[in-house]
DNA sequence: CTTTTTTAATTAGGCGCCTAATTGTCAGCC
DNA sequence: GGCTGACAATTAGGCGCCTAATTAAAAAAG
């Protein structure tokens, strides 16, 4: 998540001081914002340092991932241990699903298409469609990789214990909550909508 | 923060059902990984947002972020409400602040010269040096910007109390201490670091 | 049936980030 | 003096992400 956040965060005391020349800086409410950027991208660091070593990178594990989510119940009814549809994938619902654009999609599967991970097919009912499904290499590379990357996300987290671990979760999620509600882009103000 | 995270998490029993094929799985460590980065990103990408209606991103914001806090108090004795030292900074400087490379900071400095942001200057004293000065322009934008970026923060963070902000901080703190220590830079003996 | 709209995927072009290699400068040592 | 190593900044090339424009095909409207 390289997003450029400070390495070493101000303290407490100088975002107490810089609010002072701020009226609009709530110290505490930065506190929290740089420091859930600031974990946010060390811990993307660590993960994605290990996608590295195997010649991927975050994006394009999460596509083989989704992949392997949904191709792993082909056949079976169900979808319990995987909570997605069976069968390939198309583009749009990878990307809808990995949270990117459409184009963006298209350049994560040229890569893996390339490197023979995946492979692009053609639906006889649809030809818009370009069902992307996982070749043999890519579902090895993904069960070799996962063990590690479990084991490093035990890890990273092994300092809280459950209940840490849930109040973690509950505070994230209210934060998430708020956040969402001003994605869409210009409701930047509080409470006012000056729209046309 | 674009890295891919998926739009919709797993939900819990989701992972229960998954940590039956992978022994290695911790479905709660896994929970808090995925919602963290699912948060931080979304928090991103509502502070991006609004650096993009001023033509900046959280990169450019972040440099001119520095080089305001440094300037502030040139000619002052001391740095109480910026924690940096006063006067312009080098490309290296400014690229271990913000936790990029020095490549990484080369560019930056670039569109923001173009754009008329930032100035390169030349040190007599070490002709490798071009340290980087805010131009008024820059120090205009970063002014005008401030005051609704610290109301975003504000208001993402509005759903939580003195409480839980005190309980995220600690806890975030827990983690990046532990991602910290699988950095591999760090993660190796004797602290030493051989990047460049 | 033909035209228009919608939709899937891609292309084109830009920025931010990286690593590796290069250029220019300083500093130490013969 | 001249050589050598360390260091600042940059360049070159790659990937991931974006938006806007394009192409092709299906669906809807006349």
Redesign the pocket.
């Known amino acids: 998540m390289?997003?450029?956040m400070l390495k070493d965060l101000p303290r407490y005391e100088c975002l107490l001081e810089a609010a002072k020349k701020f009226p609009d800086l709530d110290p505490s409410a930065a506190e929290v914002f740089l420091n859930l950027l600031r974990t946010g991208d060390e811990v993307f660091r660590v993960v994605e340092n290990n996608f590295t070593k195997h010649g991927l990178?975050?994006?394009?594990f999460g596509v083989l991932m989704l992949l392997a989510r949904s191709s792993r119940t082909e056949g079976e009814g169900k979808s319990e241990a995987t909570c997605l549809p069976p069968g390939p994938l198309?583009?749009?619902e990878l990307a809808d699903a990995a949270?990117?654009?459409?184009?963006?999609m298209?350049?994560?599967?040229?890569?893996l298409e390339r490197d023979g991970f995946v492979k692009?097919e053609s639906d006889p009912a649809?030809?818009?469609?370009?069902?992307v499904k996982l070749t043999p290499k890519g579902r090895k590379l993904i069960e070799d990789i996962l063990p590690g990357h479990f084991r490093i996300i035990s890890a990273v987290m092994g300092s809280l214990n459950e209940t840490e671990r849930k109040t973690m979760v509950r505070l994230l999620n209210k934060i998430l909550q708020q956040a969402s509600g001003l994605t869409p882009s210009e409701a930047a103000h509080s409470g006012h909508d000056h729209r046309n």
Do not use: E, H, K
Request: proline share 10%; no cysteine; glycine share 10%.
């Open positions: 390289p997003f450029l990178s975050q994006g394009r198309t583009p749009a949270g990117v654009t459409r184009a963006t298209t350049g994560l599967i040229d890569t692009r649809d030809r818009r469609m370009m069902p």
